[in-house]
């Protein structure tokens, strides 16, 4: 509704890429070990052990503070975060408060043919839960299983300010922010396997009105689909609310993505609930301006700033950029095939764009993979453009022998012998074919005599039909002009 303003700010989570959790050397890799098989004293939060803390996560976190535009503090600290719950083994989280490791950053996210700059409030460092698997008996009743080996992951926690206006904007959000985590190597932030999890808190309030509505935190939003799809049903439910006088609660709603609603959960807590204290056996931390210099030094490209060297040294148009530096392994691969292939680098830049955001990417799309698991290494794209190039293939011919690429990682020259497309470029084989199409259709011949330039095209396509699409068409209506020219 357009009287009343949607107020967005996102609170997302991202599994850190550590070998072991935040504060024992139990391994974080928990995706594909049996149930509570990757768990120690620590993890299973038994009484008298001690944490120890994870100095790679922090370090990521530096990283990703500094990516982000944010002031990293001289000192942090942990604290005890209460409240219970069964995917809590100690009864209590290790996280952090009022002294996070970075502060005040901000991200500049697309939106229409602009951008705008969205706060970022704090990054700071947590353990993960277990994980509860609900499950129901055919009769059904039902009961709850507790695999401990994600307890204690390395957890970072990316906080916006509520600068969000539309679900649009936090997704575009949410894009750039996975973009930045991935390209810094700090996370894998993969949605569907929860390593990169997102919270959103949501009011409305009328346009121009200085304070913020009620506002709501929506949980259980397990894709970039659904979190815009919770985003876009709850802000039509409260601004009909706000329009009819209704009261809108502060509390905490899961998101049904069957239903494709918001469904009531618990009354939204304070800080002051979950009674925060500091964490009486981790220290503080002095973060040294030596080490986050040394950090901020071995940040890459990050994805903005490798877009717009794409537009200006590739040539490319800001959408095909954009698509190409939105992954850094789609980044690296696409400089790769441009870097591996001699000519004019502008226009192998633009065809490998071609070639990778339509073909390969559509590949991929239907395979369900992404670009690091493919068969085709860059090396073999630059074979497959050079067969084009010199017009040992064409584009048809060329789109079948990438379909066998992608499936078998086959060589390109082998494909295309193997299936007998290699196209025919001699001008002796093409010149047999351009005699038997004049001499089998003297009225497209007698067209052509008479001015009709149209007839031309008829008869190169009877020229690719006697050679079974091999004959190279360019060369084909060279000779067949040639030809007609000297009939004149």
């Known amino acids: 509704m357009a009287d009343y303003e949607i107020v967005i700010g996102l609170e997302v989570h991202v599994q850190l890429l550590t070998r072991s959790k935040m504060f024992c050397s139990c391994s974080a890799a928990y995706q594909d070990a049996e149930p509570n098989t990757e768990v120690c004293p620590v993890c ?24 982000l535009n944010c002031r990293i503090a001289e000192v942090t600290k942990f604290d005890r975060k209460n409240y219970p719950y069964p995917d809590l083994m100690k009864g209590y989280q290790i996280s952090q408060y009022d ?59 990316i906080v916006s300010e509520p600068d969000m206006r539309s679900p649009e904007e936090a997704r575009n959000y949410l894009i750039q922010l996975r973009s930045i985590v991935q390209y810094i190597g700090v996370g894998t932030a993969n949605m569907e396997e929860g390593s990169f999890r997102c919270d959103a808190n949501i009011s409305v309030r009328p346009f121009g009105a200085p304070e913020y509505g009620r506002k709501v935190e929506i949980k259980n939003m397990n894709s970039l689909r659904g979190v815009f ?89 800001a959408y095909d950029a954009s698509q190409l530096t939105a992954s850094r392994a789609m980044a690296d691969y696409f400089e790769a095939v441009v870097e591996g292939a001699a000519g004019d680098r502008t226009a192998l830049a633009k065809s490998t764009a071609n070639w990778m955001l339509s073909e390969l990417q559509g590949h ?23 067969l084009v190039d010199s017009g040992t293939l064409n584009s048809t011919m060329a789109k079948t022998v990438f379909d066998e690429m992608f499936e078998t990682g086959g060589a ?68 067949l002009r040639e030809r007609l020219e000297m009939m004149r």
């Open 364 to 386: 991929m799309n239907a395979a369900g993979v992404d670009i690091e698991a493919i068969k085709i290494n860059p090396s073999q794209i630059v074979e497959l453009l050079a």
């Open 412 to 479: 390109p020259k082998e494909i295309a012998e193997a299936l007998g497309l290699v196209q025919i470029s001699d001008a002796d084989a093409i010149a047999s074919a351009v005699s038997e199409a004049i001499q089998n259709n003297p009225n497209p011949v007698k067209d052509y005599l008479g001015g009709k330039e149209t007839a031309l095209r008829f008869l190169v396509g009877q020229v690719m039909k006697l050679t079974r699409g091999k004959a190279n068409p360019q060369m084909a209506s060279e000779l």
């Open 99 to 157: 002294l996070p490791v970075a502060e005040d950053g901000y991200l500049m996210v697309n939106v229409g043919e602009g951008q705008r700059r969205i706060g970022v409030t704090r990054v700071h460092l947590e353990e993960d839960v277990a994980k509860l698997l609900h499950r129901t008996e055919p009769h059904g009743e039902g009961y709850s299983l507790l695999d401990v080996n994600r307890a204690g992951v390395a957890l970072m926690e």
């Open 229 to 317: 799809r919770a985003l876009e049903y709850e802000a039509g439910r409260q601004q009909r609310a706000a329009a009819e006088g209704e009261t809108i609660y502060q509390e905490t709603r899961g998101w049904n993505d069957e239903r494709g609603v918001t469904v009531p959960q618990r009354s939204k807590e304070y800080a002051h609930d979950y009674r925060y204290f500091p964490e009486p056996d981790l220290p503080p931390i002095a973060l040294s301006r030596d080490m986050v210099a040394e950090v901020r030094a071995g940040l890459p490209e990050l994805p903005e700033a490798r877009k717009t060297r794409f537009v200006s040294e590739f040539e490319l148009s």
């Open 44 to 67: 299973l939060g038994l009484p008298g052990v001690l944490p120890v803390i994870n100095r790679k996560a922090v370090e990521y976190v530096v990283r990703t503070g500094l990516a």
